[in-house]
């Protein structure tokens, strides 16, 4: 038993590592011209099995997966079972923009978590997840003859880079084998920076550097509960319901400018500013959500997420309302999502994919903010699978997520997507009685 802690505590805080480097080292967590609005590309929350059942997961109750998404999920497990999960995500994106054309991938952890029992029909969770993510790169040239007649070519380039994580203890019990409620606690940290140059060729005129360099920090509460009510045979119906508290954030904000000449280097300006005096906020955000499902034989759900991003503070806010030639507005996201799972056989002896699980799903969602008054919206469908693995429920979960976000009309940019996830389900008895002859 103790070198199995010790094996799990040394995996944990690998993985926490790497979590925590990958936020700091520069490299993009992902990459979107739209993460540059606001506090970046809010993240899809879940795990593989999560994002292969197109997003769903404040109505699901399922012993074999660890389900972050309710705090109430997390008593949906065998009493005295150990559950971590951890999982990796490959993103390949195509953009254009009139007849402009590119295209980039991106490699990154995207969570780590472990669950424990505390007594029969209560348990707990911890882990580490991304909340948001900035990473763009963008590069122009001036066009303007008279412009370039006077001062010589001149050369744009802007890029940002970072993350937000957030890091969450939870816990949950259940009443009368129906009602199950949970509670998690929050706390975002994270580094995001966004610079701009402005490079001359006549050595003459001084280069500008400018940008903000952003320290976030802040904490939060969300509650969970899920009613299960049975409609014959094992057949049953879950309502479940999220509410997450919006939140100051803090931190700092550092703007700069510099003005470079040869190797003199001025400072034009330099302030740093405190977060949690600006009135910046994190929107709160409310759940819904309803599934129906058979035994452990197949599964359906429906959920609808809203979040208020209105009273935020981003629309003027330095580093926030990077915004060029569009009008930034933030606004009321919304989501909908759908997912099925089928079993053919959970207990099959003879064919192994007949035990594995099978998922697809589908979502649209409104993001936090509008450009000149376009909503940007995202939508795609989800495939996966978990295959089996060793003992009790261990498996390797495979999704994959195909989608869109917004379209080429009014000027925007349509990003075409492939997303590809794999998850690790790893699971172990604790507290075991073993008989000897």
């Known amino acids: 038993m103790i070198r199995k802690i010790e094996k799990l505590i040394i995996l ?8 925590c480097v990958s936020a700091q080292d520069g490299t993009y967590g992902a990459y979107s011209p739209y993460s540059i609005y606001g506090i970046g590309d809010i993240s899809k929350e879940g795990t593989a099995f999560n994002k292969s059942m197109g997003g769903t997961g404040i109505a699901t109750r399922n012993r074999r997966f660890i389900n972050y998404l309710n705090p109430a999920a997390v008593t949906a497990r065998d009493t005295l ?9 490959q993103k390949n994106t195509l953009y254009r923009q009139g007849d402009l054309r590119s295209a980039n991938n991106t490699f990154n952890i995207y969570n780590f978590i472990l669950s424990f029992p505390i007594y029969r029909s209560s348990a707990f969770m911890v882990g580490i997840t991304p909340y948001s993510d900035v990473g763009y790169d963008f590069s122009s040239v001036e066009t303007d003859p008279e412009i370039i007649g006077n001062t010589g070519n001149i050369s744009y380039d802007s890029y940002g880079t970072g993350s937000v994580y957030q890091a969450f203890f939870g816990a949950g019990v259940t009443f009368w084998k129906k009602l199950s409620v949970g509670a998690e606690a929050i706390y975002y940290f994270g580094n995001i920076d966004k610079i701009t140059n402005m490079n001359y060729s006549d050595d003459s005129y001084r280069s500008l550097n400018s940008g903000n360099e952003l320290m976030v920090r802040g904490t939060t509460g969300k509650f969970g509960l899920q009613y299960e009510q049975k409609l014959g045979g094992d057949v049953s119906m879950i309502i479940g319901a999220t509410y997450k508290l919006g939140t100051d954030m803090r931190g700092y904000s550092k703007s700069f400018r510099y003005a470079n000449q040869s190797s003199v280097t001025d400072s034009l300006r330099y302030t740093v500013d405190t977060l949690g005096a600006s009135g910046l906020k994190f929107g709160d955000e409310i ?4 599934s129906v499902k058979k035994g452990e034989k197949w599964s359906a759900e429906f959920n609808y997420l809203r979040s208020d991003w209105r009273k935020s503070g981003f629309d003027n806010a330095q580093g926030f309302a990077v915004s060029g030639n569009s009008v930034f507005s933030s606004t009321v996201s ?24 099978y998922r697809f799903g589908a979502y649209y969602d409104q993001a936090y903010y509008k450009l000149d008054g376009n909503n940007v919206n995202s939508m795609g469908i989800t495939l996966g699978m978990t295959l089996p693995v060793f003992e009790l429920y261990n498996g390797i979960s495979l999704g994959v997520d195909i989608g869109q976000r917004s379209s080429t009309r009014n000027n925007m ?16 008895l604790w507290f075991r009685k073993f008989q000897y002859d």
């Open 287 to 290: 759940g819904l959500g309803i």
């Open 81 to 89: 079972s150990f559950m971590a999960d951890f999982g990796l995500v």
């Open 334 to 357: 919304q989501s909908f999502r759908a997912g099925f799972e089928i079993v053919p056989n959970r207990n099959d002896i003879r064919y192994y994919f007949k035990r594995c699980s």
């Open 413 to 428: 940019i349509r990003e075409r997507y492939a997303m590809f996830v794999v998850g690790f389900n790893i699971h172990d």
């Open 12 to 19: 944990a805080v690998f993985l926490v590592i790497s979590v």
